[in-house]
């Protein structure tokens, strides 16, 4: 079954970065593109980007322009998320989600991480 | 970047009410709309896409309708399962950098 695995809450400082890893199984891993969808407590849903695990090309919301990079590992079927310049309204649970189509980029995604929650607090 | 704005902000129904949410564009995404249900400490799940496909293992209550600037979610007769916080998310735009979500309908027991 698909799984996506996520790494732990973290606590960081404003101004620091966070690298969040999204270990998928289950699947093939370069098969399916893979979305970033971030939401602040009590929240909506905010898109962030997306990566081809197969290519490692990448796709940023305007907003995360510049400091969100977002990379793979295929030999560990592992993507990662690194926020950078941590701001207090970054504080969010970081879900990673599947795209719903094999080998096509669709934006919807149909299966999801448990979430990372990322507190950036002084 | 497009707005999604969705009405009500909350709706109040017994189980076994027929629940209608909207989505409303700021301009056309054509069909490129999808609906997720979120409860309480989980990930979002993939209901609706393209507009009024269901997703895998998504229940026939469930339908989705619109296109252009106007959606609608119903659930025919609500389940204790099925109240919980309600999202669209529009993909018309190319290149994908402006993706976005409603804000979001909450569907609470009345």
């Known amino acids: 079954q698909v799984q996506l695995v996520q790494s732990g809450a973290e606590v960081k400082k404003p101004g620091a970065s966070v690298k969040v890893s999204c270990k998928a199984s289950g699947y093939t891993f370069t098969g399916y593109y893979m979305h970033w969808v971030r939401q602040a407590p009590g929240q909506g849903l905010e898109w962030m980007g997306r990566i081809n695990p197969n290519s490692g090309g990448t796709n940023y919301a305007q907003k995360f322009q510049g400091r969100v990079t977002m990379t793979r590992d295929t030999s560990i079927s592992t993507a990662y998320m690194e926020l950078s310049r941590l701001r207090s309204d970054d504080t969010a649970v970081y879900y990673c989600a599947r795209d719903l189509v094999y080998d096509i980029l669709t934006g919807y995604q149909d299966y999801w991480g448990q979430g990372t929650l990322v507190t950036v607090s002084s | 970047e497009i707005v999604l704005t969705q009405s009500p902000a909350t709706l109040s129904l017994s189980p076994g009410e027929r629940a209608t949410l909207s989505c409303r564009a700021s301009?056309?995404?054509?069909?490129?709309l999808a609906w997720y249900q979120q409860k309480p400490g989980q990930a979002p799940r993939l209901l609706i896409y393209?507009?009024?496909n269901r997703a895998t293992g998504i229940p026939a209550r469930f339908s989705g309708s619109g296109s252009g600037t106007d959606f609608t979610l119903t659930i025919s007769s609500l389940e204790p399962e099925d109240f919980a916080v309600y999202y669209c998310?529009?993909?018309?735009?190319?290149?994908?950098?402006?993706?976005?979500f409603g804000q979001g309908t909450k569907v609470e027991i009345k």
């Open positions: 998310q529009q993909r018309s735009n190319w290149p994908p950098g402006t993706w976005t």
């Open positions: 393209d507009a009024s």
């Open positions: 301009q056309s995404v054509s069909s490129y």
